[in-house]
């Protein structure tokens, strides 16, 4: 079975891949390179022996989506992850961020509507529950108002796939993650930010290995164990495994409604000075941070109930959080010392 997967040598994606490719599906996979880089394909050859068919596309080229479903036509599902999804980019040009993240979306339906049978899995976020009121988060938690107009970008699309599930053949399953982390233990793929990271780990990593003089802690006056903020950080082969396990559920026709929705996490809250605790105990070395006042747009505290995916789908990860931050750190210390 041939699966489309846009934005596959992405972070998640290129996860994603491996796990679908050691599954046996026939990956095809869009990426405009915005954010990622060819050499990912070795990476993932290199884990599973097989190299995915790759085509470089801007998804925003709607003729040039058209022509690539004409000539995939054996394209059976779409596991759908390339989006911009800088929280604090998308403030200061949300025009780039409708465009890229919407435009995109409807140019995917358009061409999987016209199908007998097609399985569309969509990358969301927890960040459409804004700060919820309750924690954990269940998938039954009222989406807030957006804060930021990436957030918007996912609860748009969100309810697009939904009015579109009812009038079409297309089945889908909504994937809300938490905070992925971490890298394939082989080390043959990992998370490669451009530029100063924006996401916590990425950067401890970073300053572990001196490209950083010191990590800025944003806040540490929130209501929270120790004052800093609280997320659920999820391993990312953890998430990859959950991306398949939700596919198949729609190809074996498991899925009890047309539209499903999960929230993927591990559960459990980590505060920002636990992860750097973590970090420090997994490389044996002192990380030097320094508390700076909060950063806009950041919630206290956000991690997942995980009963629904734990049950329905089966689902349950198996890293622990020490064990996400020492595949990144290898993953890290590879990167650098082979450039
Ligand atoms: C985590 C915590 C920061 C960097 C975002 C998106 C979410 C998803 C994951 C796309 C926060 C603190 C961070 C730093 C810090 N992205 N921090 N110093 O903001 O929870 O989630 O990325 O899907 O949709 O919203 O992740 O890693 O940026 O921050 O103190 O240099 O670490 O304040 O408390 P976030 P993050």
Redesign the pocket.
């Known amino acids: 079975m041939k699966i489309l997967v846009t934005g596959g040598l992405g972070f998640i994606g290129s996860h994603t891949v491996v796990e679908l490719q050691n599954e046996g599906f026939e990956v095809v996979i869009i990426d405009n390179l915005s954010n990622s880089s060819e050499e990912v394909l070795k990476g993932i050859a290199a884990i599973t022996g097989k190299t995915p068919v790759f085509e470089k596309l801007d998804l925003r080229e709607k003729a040039s989506v058209q022509d690539f479903f004409k000539r995939h036509s054996d394209v059976s599902g779409v596991i759908h992850f390339a989006a911009s ?3 604090g980019e998308s403030v200061g040009n949300p025009l780039l961020y409708y465009e890229n993240n919407i435009n995109t979306l409807v140019y995917l339906l358009q061409e999987l509507q016209q199908k007998p049978d097609a399985h569309f899995i969509f ?1 969301s ?3 459409v529950y804004g700060q919820a009121e309750v924690m954990p988060i269940a998938e039954t938690t009222p989406v807030q108002t957006a804060m ?1 107009p ?2 918007n970008t ?1 609860q748009i699309g969100e309810e697009i796939i939904a009015d579109v599930t009812k009038v079409s053949s297309i089945n889908a399953i909504l994937l809300r ?4 982390i971490g890298s394939h233990p082989s080390a043959e793929i990992g998370e490669l930010p451009m530029g100063v ?5 990425p ?2 990593t970073q300053t572990g290995m001196g490209l950083r003089a010191v ?5 540490n006056d929130y209501p929270t164990v120790d004052g ?4 659920d950080y999820i391993h990312v082969v953890d998430l990859a495994k959950a991306h398949v396990i939700a596919l198949q559920r729609l190809v074996n026709k498991k899925n009890s409604d047309k539209l499903e929705t999960f929230n993927l996490g591990t559960g459990t809250g980590s505060s ?1 000075l636990e ?1 750097i605790q973590a970090f420090e105990k997994v490389s044996g070395q002192k990380l030097p941070y320094t508390i700076v006042p ?2 806009e ?3 206290t505290s ?1 991690y997942a109930n995980t009963d629904k995916a734990n049950t329905i789908l089966d689902w349950k990860t198996q890293s622990t959080l020490e064990e996400a931050i020492a595949s990144a750190w290898k993953w890290e210390q590879k990167v650098r010392n082979s450039r």
């Open positions: 999804k800088a929280v990358s976020s927890c960040t930021s990436y957030g996912k993650y938490f905070n992925p990271p924006q996401n916590l780990v950067f401890i990590l800025s802690v944003y806040g800093t903020c609280v997320r920002v992860v909060r950063r747009g950041d919630v956000a």
